[in-house]
């Protein structure tokens, strides 16, 4: 079997903000992990278009096509090339799952969830000639899941070739988070086992490491055991994670002795009444000046995300915020405008208020206002969270 696995480009590639650097970063490697349950006489290629043109002239027998709310309509337009080409077309990926009937119109098998259970199901149904149109994963689990194909990888298109997923979901449950709609029907949060993680950080070669996890410290007898076994790998590294994590002495003191020297955080707002209305309890009475000062001591740069327009928003937001963390020393700050993704608990309560101004996938790219905000107007948000990177990037190079 000839099959090919497609990352189609973000469509805000076509913006004039877009920069290339930001999409080359890491490799497609859940396509890499698909393509390890393949069968060693299986032809296989993936193919990222971030990083290069796609060929759409030649004619696979299977095409499987990973989509994200910003590449859904080119995922739609390469899917449907190639099924008029005649191959089994998949899609999966968040937006699939999150809006399948959509995603159905254009794909032969579509997928819902995770995919370590309901992949290898359809590659036997499609050995049998009886492939289904609708998979589910409900069954989640990492233990004996194969180390991803990185030889089908071009590993110099990639700023970050070395990037490694060791468990799946966080055990939070953010209304704005895509994890409620993409893990619904299962476990949202689960991890491989400790020596599977290390030995396929041991395999890889270089120093440095970027942990693609949503929440790496999201179990933290899990994560405490990794960064143990981390010790004297002599590995760089960094992740996401967690204030509550930051303000765990041991946790991240294991993680900076195991070579953890930057940690992407969702501080998210300033404010308990937005965190709040986020559902971001974890957040609450928490001293982000406490995680940041924590993190420094440890040698830690501190990668702040914030994001406008919750509720509890006005448009003083945006100033306050920059001044904060750069009065903290935060080393980098990535803004975003809080955006309803379909299936997630904030989709349903601004559809239900009739809040939501638009349904282009195009524009739920964190950098446009499709909804309407409490505090401020559409316009206002947009325009203050530019302000807020001008005014960032202003600071810094005085």
């Keep these: 079997m000839k099959a090919k696995m497609i990352l189609p480009a973000l469509t805000e590639a076509k913006s004039p903000f877009f920069r290339p650097v930001k999409y080359s970063m890491f490799p497609p490697l859940g396509l890499a992990t698909l393509a390890a349950y393949l069968d060693p006489d299986d032809q296989v290629t993936i193919q990222d278009e971030h990083v290069e043109t796609l060929d759409l002239s030649d004619a696979p027998d299977l095409v499987v096509i990973q989509a994200y709310i910003t590449s859904a309509y080119r995922a739609y337009e390469i899917a449907d090339h190639y099924r008029a080409r005649g191959a089994h077309v998949c899609l999966g990926g968040v937006h699939v799952t999150s809006l399948p009937e959509e995603a159905a119109a254009h794909a032969d098998t579509i997928f819902l969830g995770p995919g370590e259970d309901t992949w290898p199901r359809f590659l036997a149904d499609l050995r049998a000639g009886r492939p289904g149109r609708v998979y589910q994963s409900r069954e989640r689990t990492l233990v004996g899941q194969p180390p991803p194909r990185r030889d089908l990888l071009r590993r110099n298109l990639y700023l970050v070739p070395n990037?490694?997923?060791?468990?799946?979901?966080?055990?939070?449950?953010?209304?704005?988070?895509?994890?409620?709609?993409?893990?619904?029907?299962?476990?949202?949060?689960?991890?491989?086992?400790?020596?599977?993680?290390?030995?396929?950080?041991?395999?890889?070669?270089?120093?440095?490491?970027?942990?693609?996890?949503?929440?790496?410290?999201?179990?933290?007898?899990?994560?405490?055991?990794?960064?143990?076994?981390?010790?004297?790998?002599?590995?760089?590294?960094?992740?996401?994670?967690?204030?509550?994590?930051?303000?765990?002495?041991?946790?991240?003191?294991?993680?900076?002795?195991?070579?953890?020297?930057?940690?992407?955080?969702?501080?998210?707002?300033?404010?308990?009444?937005?965190?709040?209305?986020?559902?971001?309890?974890?957040?609450?009475?928490?001293?982000?000046?406490?995680?940041?000062?924590?993190?420094?001591?440890?040698?830690?740069?501190?990668?702040?995300?914030?994001?406008?327009?919750?509720?509890?928003?006005?448009a003083s937001v945006f100033d306050r915020t920059v001044e904060w963390a750069i009065a903290q020393g935060v080393e980098t700050a990535t803004f975003?405008?809080?955006?309803?993704?379909?299936?997630?608990?904030?989709?349903?309560?601004?559809?239900?208020?009739?809040?939501?101004?638009?349904?282009?996938?195009?524009?739920?790219?964190?950098?446009?206002?499709?909804?309407?905000?409490?505090?401020?107007?559409?316009?206002?948000?947009?325009?203050?969270?530019?302000?807020?990177?001008r005014a960032a990037r202003g600071r810094r190079r005085r």
Excluded at 280 to 303: Q, T
Excluded at 345 to 369: K, M, S
Aim: aromatic share 12%.
């Design 163 to 314: 990037s490694i997923v060791v468990s799946r979901g966080c055990p939070h449950a953010c209304d704005f988070c895509y994890k409620t709609s993409f893990f619904r029907g299962g476990r949202s949060f689960y991890t491989r086992t400790v020596d599977d993680a290390l030995a396929e950080i041991d395999d890889l070669p270089g120093r440095h490491l970027y942990f693609l996890d949503d929440h790496l410290f999201g179990d933290p007898r899990f994560s405490g055991a990794l960064m143990a076994g981390m010790a004297g790998m002599g590995r760089v590294w960094s992740a996401g994670g967690t204030v509550q994590a930051a303000l765990t002495p041991w946790l991240m003191a294991r993680a900076a002795a195991a070579g953890m020297r930057s940690l992407f955080i969702g501080f998210e707002s300033l404010s308990e009444q937005s965190l709040r209305s986020a559902n971001k309890h974890h957040n609450v009475h928490r001293s982000y000046e406490e995680a940041i000062a924590r993190l420094r001591d440890l040698g830690i740069m501190v990668n702040a995300s914030f994001v406008f327009g919750m509720d509890g928003d006005d």
């Design 336 to 389: 975003h405008i809080l955006t309803p993704y379909p299936g997630t608990p904030l989709h349903a309560r601004l559809a239900e208020q009739g809040r939501i101004t638009t349904h282009n996938w195009d524009l739920y790219d964190t950098r446009h206002a499709v909804f309407r905000p409490t505090g401020m107007s559409a316009p206002v948000l947009e325009e203050g969270y530019w302000r807020a990177y």
